[in-house]
């Protein structure tokens, strides 16, 4: 069940866990997230020390990290989790980045030795154009809701909403009604047989941002549909299957 970790805490952010190249689960690995320098809503709010800076998983427990590269003069921050537990093999899995609490007297950064740390992202962009939602309202769910049109060259990014998907609580706990939140995503591009091909999506460059989820899709032969699907695992171990439809086709000469 989630929860906000900290009720004194203001700001929660998505952190992506890119974890498509991991397999053999379960397994642990570590994970550094480079804070973006140009991310102003954190910088003018967090303290110069970095104490109300914290880690959680997806359920808002705190998981062991640390602080590296610290310069607030400079903008610089670097977060290392250690030993996090990896949810299945070749996905996208989700933490969040707490922060804002001025009067934090309690600093929860360890101390230890990252190694082979995986890459942790933040996304600061917003969804643009091209929006999967809707979900649920066909008959079957994995129909594609909606379709987009591409050249083969092309690699566009589709914005899959997950607003209404994750249930909520029916009283609140801390003032929030949090109850379920995604745990891992895992992408696939399918032809008319049914078939997933990774050349089709880069699976690198899937994001996590506040009631989205961003998929890149590439490739594709010319005059040829596909299913882009996203498949959402929550924290109450349901399991989404949400699509739309690719159509690749080049444009004439000109």
């Keep these: 069940m989630s929860v906000w970790f900290d009720d004194n805490y203001i700001y929660r952010q998505p952190i992506t866990v890119d974890f ?7 397994t642990t690995k570590d994970v550094r997230i ?7 809503l954190f910088w003018d709010t967090v303290r110069s020390d970095f104490k ?4 959680t998983n997806e359920e808002g427990v705190v998981v062991t990290f640390q602080r590296t590269g610290a310069n607030y003069s400079n903008r610089e921050l670097k977060l290392e989790v250690d030993n996090l537990a990896v949810a299945d093999d070749n996905i996208v899995q989700q933490l969040f980045l707490f922060y804002g609490y001025a009067n934090e007297s309690v600093d929860r950064s360890g101390t230890f030795t990252a190694t082979t740390p ?11 154009l091209k929006i999967v939602e809707g979900y649920g309202l066909v008959p079957t769910s994995n129909q594609p809701l909606q379709t987009f049109v591409k050249q083969t060259t092309e690699s566009i990014d589709i ?5 209404g998907l994750l249930a909520s609580r029916t009283t609140e706990a801390n003032g929030r009604l949090l109850f379920e939140e995604i745990s891992f995503v895992k992408v696939k591009s399918l032809d008319s047989s049914g078939s997933d091909n990774v050349e089709r999506y880069a699976l690198t460059e899937t994001r996590f941002l506040q009631g989205y989820v961003k998929v890149r899709t590439k490739a594709g032969s010319n005059n040829t ?27 004439l000469p000109s």
């Design 20 to 26: 498509s190249a991991v397999t053999g689960s379960p």
């Design 34 to 40: 480079e804070i973006p320098s140009d991310w102003d």
């Design 52 to 55: 109300d800076v914290v880690v």
């Design 118 to 128: 995986q890459s942790g992202y933040i996304y600061l962009g917003a969804p643009l």
């Design 159 to 163: 914005f899959f909403s997950i607003q």
């Design 225 to 251: 549909n596909y299913s882009l699907a996203l498949i959402v695992n929550t924290t109450q171990s349901q399991i989404y299957d949400i699509r739309c439809l690719i159509k690749v086709k080049d444009l």
